[in-house]
T-cell receptor, first 114, second 112 residues
Framework: DAGVIQSPRHEVTEMGQEVTLRCKPISGHNSLFWYRQTMMRGLELLIYFNNNVPIDDSGMPEDRFSAKMPNASFSTLKIQPSEPRDSAVYFC????????????FGSGTRLTVV | GENVEQHPSTLSVQEGDSAVIKCTYSDSASNYFPWYKQELGKGPQLIIDIRSNVGEKKDQRIAVTLNKTAKHFSLHITETQPEDSAVYFCAAIFSGNTPLVFGKGTRLSVIA
């Protein structure tokens, strides 16, 4: 298995532009998580899905952030419009549902908004 | 609320010495406690986990201990090597299908 695949690895964009981050979870994993990592806040859970259904998006910082999971093998995190304070590393992780299972993280997308 | 406290935030040890990282959690119902290692430029990677029905688990040079009464768990790395240098995160599941709650991380530096 190739693991959790995220793209792009790096993204530099101008303030106000739309940014779309992509994630392919491990086949057979039915829970998917989006995290944001910064020095100040550490790992923050933004949103998670079970069986493609969003369960809790209370970690999404603002309405500028949205996430979708149209099928079991693909998810997107979109920021529109982007702002400099959105600069961070964004991780996608997947696991088998039901808790008590370790997560497999992707390599992350480093987003820089200038 | 649900919380995982991790300390120390930074730790430096001499190569060959042991390193210990400790975490405490707030919910006595927690039953799953994984540890992750994050190397520079990579995502966190699961290195060991423990469930509430055991008190200790070992995997070569790493071990995790759990004290459910005191609500704390620890990561022990023996005979540390430079490649152990990374950020380590503890985490806990607080109930059922809820996501993992992560500690703030410990930056471990192994000095050759």
């Amino acid at each position: 298995d190739a693991g959790v695949i995220q793209s792009p690895r790096h993204e530099v964009t101008e303030m106000g532009q739309e940014v779309t981050l992509r994630c392919k979870p491990i086949s057979g994993h039915n829970s998917l998580f989006w995290y944001r990592q910064t020095m100040m806040r550490g790992l923050e859970l933004l949103i998670y899905f079970n069986n493609n259904v969003p369960i809790d998006d209370s970690g999404m910082p603002e309405d500028r952030f949205s996430a979708k999971m149209p099928n079991a093998s693909f998810s997107t995190l979109k920021i529109q419009p982007s702002e400099p304070r959105d600069s961070a590393v964004y991780f996608c992780a997947s696991s088998r549902q039901g808790g008590n299972y370790g997560y497999t993280f992707g390599s992350g997308t480093r987003l820089t908004v200038v | 609320g649900e919380n995982v406290e991790q300390h120390p935030s930074t730790l430096s040890v001499q190569e060959g010495d042991s390193a210990v990282i400790k975490c405490t959690y707030s919910d006595s119902a927690s039953n799953y406690f994984p540890w992750y290692k994050q190397e520079l430029g990579k995502g966190p990677q699961l290195i060991i986990d423990i469930r509430s029905n055991v008190g200790e688990k070992k995997d070569q040079r790493i071990a995790v201990t759990l004290n459910k009464t005191a609500k704390h768990f620890s990561l022990h790395i023996t005979e540390t090597q430079p490649e152990d240098s990374a950020v380590y995160f503890c985490a806990a599941i607080f109930s059922g299908n809820t996501p993992l709650v992560f500690g703030k991380g410990t930056r471990l530096s192994v000095i050759a």
